[in-house]
C-alpha cells in the first residue's frame, strides 16, 4: 500500500509542475503581448508629439518584455528542473520497493548542496555485495537522505540496499531494512 501511495504522491508532483508550467508558459505570453501592445502605444504617442504621454507606455512595455522574454525562461527552467527531480525520486522509489536485497559498505559521504524537503542530497561512495553472485564492486549513488538517518550512512557502516537486476550499477538505499543487518 505504501508504494501505491508514494506513486501516487510522485504522479501528483508531477501533475502540479505540469499545471505550474502551463500557468507560467500563459503568463509568459500575457506579458509578451502586454509588453508589445504597450510599446506600441508608447510609439503612437511619440508619433503624435507627446514624449511625457509616451514615456510611461514604453517603460511599462519594455519591462513586461525585459520579464516575459528573460525572466519567465528562469521559471520554465526550474520547472524542468523540478519535474526531472520528481522523476528521478520515483525511479529511485521503485528501485527501493522492487530491487534486489542487497548490502553495502559505505566508503565515504558528502552533500552535493542541494535539499529536499530539507534532507540534504549527498553522494555516497559504496562496496556493494552482489546479491546473486557475492561479488563486491563499487558504485556510487547521489540520494536524498532524510536527516534522522545521516548517522546511518557514515564511513564503514553497513547498510541495505536494492539493486537493479539488468543494472548492478542502479544501488537504491534501502535503510528500513538496515536494522536487520545490524542484529
Given at each position: 500500500?505504501?508504494?501505491?501511495?508514494?506513486?501516487?504522491?510522485?504522479?501528483?508532483?508531477?501533475?502540479?509542475?505540469?499545471?505550474?508550467?502551463?500557468?507560467v508558459?500563459?503568463?509568459?505570453?500575457?506579458?509578451i503581448?502586454?509588453?508589445?501592445i504597450?510599446?506600441?502605444?508608447?510609439?503612437?504617442?511619440?508619433?503624435?508629439?507627446g514624449?511625457?504621454?509616451?514615456?510611461?507606455?514604453?517603460?511599462?512595455?519594455?519591462?513586461?518584455?525585459?520579464?516575459?522574454?528573460?525572466?519567465?525562461?528562469?521559471?520554465?527552467?526550474?520547472?524542468?528542473?523540478?519535474?526531472?527531480l520528481?522523476?528521478?525520486?520515483?525511479?529511485?522509489?521503485?528501485?527501493?520497493?522492487?530491487?534486489?536485497?542487497?548490502?553495502?559498505?559505505?566508503?565515504?559521504?558528502?552533500?552535493?548542496?542541494?535539499?529536499?524537503?530539507?534532507?540534504?542530497?549527498?553522494?555516497?561512495?559504496?562496496?556493494?555485495?552482489?546479491?546473486?553472485?557475492?561479488?563486491?564492486?563499487?558504485?556510487?549513488?547521489?540520494?536524498?537522505?532524510?536527516?534522522?538517518?545521516?548517522?546511518?550512512?557514515?564511513?564503514?557502516?553497513?547498510?541495505?540496499?536494492?539493486?537493479?537486476?539488468?543494472?548492478?550499477?542502479?544501488?537504491?538505499?534501502?535503510?528500513?531494512?538496515?536494522?536487520?543487518?545490524?542484529?
Amino acid at each position: 500500500m505504501e508504494r501505491e501511495e508514494k506513486k501516487g504522491a510522485y504522479d501528483s508532483a508531477q501533475r502540479a509542475i505540469a499545471k505550474s508550467s502551463n500557468i507560467v508558459t500563459i503568463a509568459k505570453y500575457v506579458l509578451i503581448g502586454l509588453g508589445v501592445i504597450s510599446v506600441a502605444g508608447g510609439v503612437v504617442a511619440l508619433m503624435r508629439g507627446g514624449l511625457s504621454g509616451a514615456i510611461t507606455p514604453l517603460l511599462i512595455g519594455g519591462v513586461c518584455l525585459y520579464i516575459g522574454l528573460r525572466q519567465m525562461s528562469t521559471f520554465e527552467s526550474m520547472i524542468g528542473d523540478a519535474s526531472q527531480l520528481v522523476d528521478g525520486l520515483a525511479a529511485e522509489a521503485q528501485l527501493a520497493a522492487s530491487g534486489l536485497p542487497a548490502e553495502a559498505l559505505v566508503q565515504s559521504i558528502r552533500q552535493t548542496g542541494r535539499m529536499v524537503n530539507q534532507n540534504p542530497e549527498v553522494h555516497l561512495a559504496l562496496t556493494v555485495v552482489h546479491p546473486q553472485t557475492n561479488a563486491e564492486y563499487a558504485a556510487e549513488i547521489i540520494t536524498v537522505v532524510d536527516q534522522i538517518a545521516i548517522p546511518q550512512v557514515q564511513p564503514g557502516s553497513r547498510i541495505a540496499v536494492r539493486v537493479d537486476p539488468l543494472n548492478a550499477q542502479r544501488v537504491a538505499l534501502a535503510l528500513h531494512e538496515s536494522a536487520r543487518l545490524t542484529a
